[in-house]
């Protein structure tokens, strides 16, 4: 069967991977895909696409993503023998602020949450039923505690820092629009997509 080539910017626009949706039934995925190379009951594997699926019949999706997403490098990405990535320019060293600067969703109706979870920073765009998740490597706060950081920082500047720190880490598409990985596991800041982009010490990265 002939690999069938896919937009990566067409699903951060629209949540589907080409001929993958997130609304599908394991059937479905059987059809287009074929049977993983890792297959628990309710969770498959096709290279970095993971598959979430109710245990009931008929095994409706529950979500899939993109995982290590950070390791995106170069013109595409092989999921499986049927389907490749075209990544359109981004790889897994674009930035949030790259992603809001991409013309890829309005950025009043995206929102941004970042929230210290031990000695890591957190940050996810929600962006329709598309999460982005990045983790922040901490380094520069030095010994300082990463709650404490985010909590006594001016929001200007923790935002050109966390941005320019962050690292990609999974892409998510949800049935649903999506507002945050675990409502109440963390103390999430939210921010518009706009606010984001508009803080005043942003810095724009270029390097994608």
């Given at each position: 069967?002939?690999?069938?080539?896919?937009?990566?910017?067409?699903?951060?626009?629209?949540?589907?991977?080409?001929?993958?949706?997130?609304?599908?039934?394991?059937?479905e995925i059987v059809e287009v895909l074929g049977m993983p190379e890792h297959a628990d009951p309710d969770?498959?594997?096709?290279?970095?696409?993971?598959?979430?699926?109710?245990?009931?019949?008929?095994?409706?999706?529950?979500?899939?993503?993109?995982?290590?997403?950070?390791?995106?490098?170069?013109?595409?990405?092989?999921?499986?023998?049927?389907?490749?990535?075209?990544?359109?320019?981004?790889?897994?060293?674009?930035?949030?602020?790259?992603?809001?600067?991409?013309?890829?969703?309005?950025?009043?109706?995206?929102k941004i949450f970042y929230a210290a979870s031990g000695d890591d920073i957190l940050l996810n765009i929600?962006?329709?039923?598309?999460?982005?998740?990045?983790?922040?490597?901490?380094?520069?706060?030095?010994?300082?505690?990463?709650?404490?950081?985010?909590?006594?920082?001016?929001?200007?500047?923790?935002?050109?820092?966390?941005?320019?720190?962050?690292?990609?880490?999974?892409?998510?598409?949800?049935?649903?629009?999506?507002?945050?990985?675990?409502?109440?596991?963390?103390?999430?800041?939210?921010?518009?997509?706009?606010?984001?982009?508009?803080?005043?010490?942003?810095?724009?990265?270029?390097?994608?």
């Amino acid at each position: 069967m002939k690999k069938q080539l896919v937009s990566f910017r067409d699903f951060l626009k629209t949540g589907s991977l080409g001929p993958i949706s997130p609304d599908m039934t394991m059937a479905e995925i059987v059809e287009v895909l074929g049977m993983p190379e890792h297959a628990d009951p309710d969770y498959w594997t096709f290279g970095k696409l993971e598959i979430s699926f109710d245990v009931e019949p008929p095994s409706q999706m529950n979500w899939f993503q993109i995982e290590e997403a950070g390791y995106l490098k170069g013109e595409l990405e092989v999921i499986t023998d049927r389907l490749a990535l075209s990544l359109d320019g981004f790889s897994g060293k674009t930035k949030p602020s790259q992603f809001l600067d991409a013309s890829l969703w309005a950025p009043d109706q995206v929102k941004i949450f970042y929230a210290a979870s031990g000695d890591d920073i957190l940050l996810n765009i929600c962006a329709g039923s598309i999460q982005i998740h990045f983790r922040v490597d901490t380094d520069f706060i030095g010994d300082q505690d990463a709650e404490r950081y985010l909590n006594s920082s001016a929001i200007s500047q923790l935002v050109a820092e966390i941005d320019s720190h962050a690292v990609l880490d999974s892409i998510y598409s949800y049935p649903y629009p999506k507002a945050e990985e675990v409502p109440g596991a963390f103390n999430w800041t939210p921010l518009s997509g706009t606010d984001y982009l508009n803080l005043p010490n942003r810095q724009k990265n270029t390097d994608k």
